[in-house]
């Protein structure tokens, strides 16, 4: 099976990845979360996936309705994929204590929150989002610097006691590949962004990477490399002599 060559790179990076981590095994249910672009990608992905592995799984997708006019154009593009489909309609009004600040993480819990209980009684053991490399490495250098410690968006994260997981299958990709892939496979942006989306922390990591990257080409390679070739002894860890 021949593919253009962005779909072909795009296709691989996403099944290493869930090789890796074992996201997806056979007869899995996924549920995926989509709100724009990134998550579309995807969607589309995973759909085509299935026409060729030897393992089978079972898609849905799960849509948090903020903006009409996003809602639409995800609809119409699930529809046309083939993908059952649910639209939730959260009332992120309800607490209007809700300073600027913390907004975005509350948003946030709230649609995850939805995501969550839908899933449970679908029946999904596996929740897909459509976070990418970029998203990973910003999250990592952000809780560095603002939160002293070391974490990320892990690509594969159980939750609840295992009753069922979190997999972010583009792990392994730049944010320009799924893009560009979104572009040549006729993905279309979302027309309303959320304004709370990009914070200007966020935005500084970003330009922190790519500012990095002039000198050293593989730099997003190493720091997601860095976080598992782990050298114990040159770390300054409390009690060990």
Not at 5 to 17: Q, S
Not at 174 to 192: F, T, V
Not at 193 to 215: D, S, Y
Request: contains cysteine.
């Amino acid at each position: 099976m021949k593919l253009p060559a962005i779909n072909y790179f795009l296709n691989k990076k996403t099944g290493k990845a869930i090789h890796d981590y074992k996201m997806i095994v056979n007869n899995d249910k996924v549920l995926i979360g989509v709100s724009g672009q990134d998550s579309m990608a995807l969607a589309k992905i995973l759909k085509f996936r299935l026409t060729y592995l030897p393992i089978k799984y079972k898609l849905e997708a799960v849509h948090i309705e903020m903006d009409k006019k996003n809602s639409r154009i995800i609809k119409n593009f699930l529809k046309e994929l083939g993908i059952k489909y649910h639209v939730i309609r959260v009332n992120f009004e309800k607490n209007k204590k809700i300073s600027n600040k913390t907004k975005c993480f509350w948003c946030s819990w709230k649609r995850r929150e939805a995501i969550f209980k839908l899933a449970v009684k679908l029946g999904c053991k596996k929740i897909a989002f459509g976070h990418h490399l970029d998203d990973i490495l910003e999250t990592l250098l952000l809780n560095m610097f603002y939160q002293g410690e070391i974490s990320i968006m892990p690509p594969m994260l159980k939750m609840f006691k295992g009753k069922f997981h979190i997999i972010r299958p583009f792990s392994y990709a730049e944010k320009a590949l799924i893009k560009k892939y979104a572009q040549e496979n006729s993905i279309p942006s979302m027309p309303h962004e959320c304004p709370f989306g990009k914070t200007t922390n966020r935005i500084l990591m970003h330009k922190i990477i790519e500012m990095v990257k002039k000198t050293s080409p593989r730099v997003k390679e190493n720091l997601f490399r860095s976080m598992t070739n782990i050298h114990k002894d040159y770390l300054p860890i409390k009690g060990i002599g």
